[in-house]
């Protein structure tokens, strides 16, 4: 049974950093493409980041490009997402989600549980 | 990026209704649409990806049609498990958008 376990999140002040991991189980991590997905408490669904199956293709939305850095560690099974300069639009559930391809073709067919972020003073 | 409009934005329906949903793009797609599902609390869940290939585990009753701008879902008979939040969402261009949803509630 596919499982994806993010850890991370929390309450984090304008301005500073987090890290979320994900935790991949039940699957051959390194035949998927990866993605962070966030949905703001009570609104719709916005793609943020993915990354392909060796780390040779990184895409971004562009409200995140620059602050937040995708990667993964295929030995340990997991996918991170580093998080800097953190706005309070940034406040969401951050789900980590799997791909159905090696590479970033955006059809996610297993989820995680979601990691709830915000940002507040 | 690709705009993505789903109709209505929420239905109410009764068990063993058929409900049709709808999902314009900004522009064509071709055939790079998918279909989510999303229970209260929960992830979504993938039902159909490319127009109309059901999501192994999904039941046939969900089925989706369509291409270039115009895509439908459709639950050909409403079970109580349906009552959800539905998303389309394009993969033809980066970044990958999704529509508002479509809230099923029963009537």
């Known amino acids: 049974e596919v499982q994806l376990v993010e850890s991370g999140g929390g309450l984090v002040q304008p301005g500073r950093s987090l890290r979320l991991s994900c935790a991949a189980s039940?699957?051959?991590?390194?035949?998927?493409?990866m993605h962070w997905v966030r949905q703001a408490p009570g609104k719709g669904l916005e793609w943020v980041s993915g990354?392909?199956?060796?780390?040779?293709?990184?895409v971004y939305a562009d409200s995140v490009k620059g602050r937040f850095t995708i990667s993964r560690d295929n030995a340990k099974n997991s996918l991170y997402l580093q998080m800097n300069s953190l706005r309070a639009e940034d406040t969401a559930f951050y789900y980590c989600?799997?791909?159905?391809?090696?590479?970033?073709?955006?059809?996610?067919?297993?989820w995680g549980q979601g990691s709830l972020v915000t940002v507040s003073s | 990026d690709i705009q993505m409009t789903q109709s209505p934005s929420s239905l109410s329906a009764s068990v063993g209704d058929r409900v049709t949903i709808t999902c314009r793009a900004s522009?064509?797609?071709?055939?790079?649409l998918n279909w989510y599902q999303q229970k209260p609390g929960k992830a979504p869940n993938l039902l159909i990806y490319i127009v109309s290939n059901l999501q192994s585990g999904v039941p046939s009753r969900f089925s989706g049609s369509g291409s270039g701008t115009d895509f439908t879902l459709t639950i050909s008979s409403l079970q109580p498990e349906d009552f959800a939040t539905y998303y389309c969402?394009?993969?033809?261009?980066?970044?990958?958008?999704f529509g508002q949803g479509t809230k099923v509630e029963i009537k």
């Open positions: 039940g699957f051959t991590f390194d035949d998927s493409a």
């Open positions: 969402q394009q993969t033809y261009r980066t970044p990958p958008t």
């Open positions: 989600a799997k791909d159905r391809a090696v590479t970033p073709q955006f059809q996610f067919d297993h």
């Open positions: 990354i392909s199956w060796r780390s040779d293709n990184i």
């Open positions: 522009q064509s797609i071709n055939v790079y």
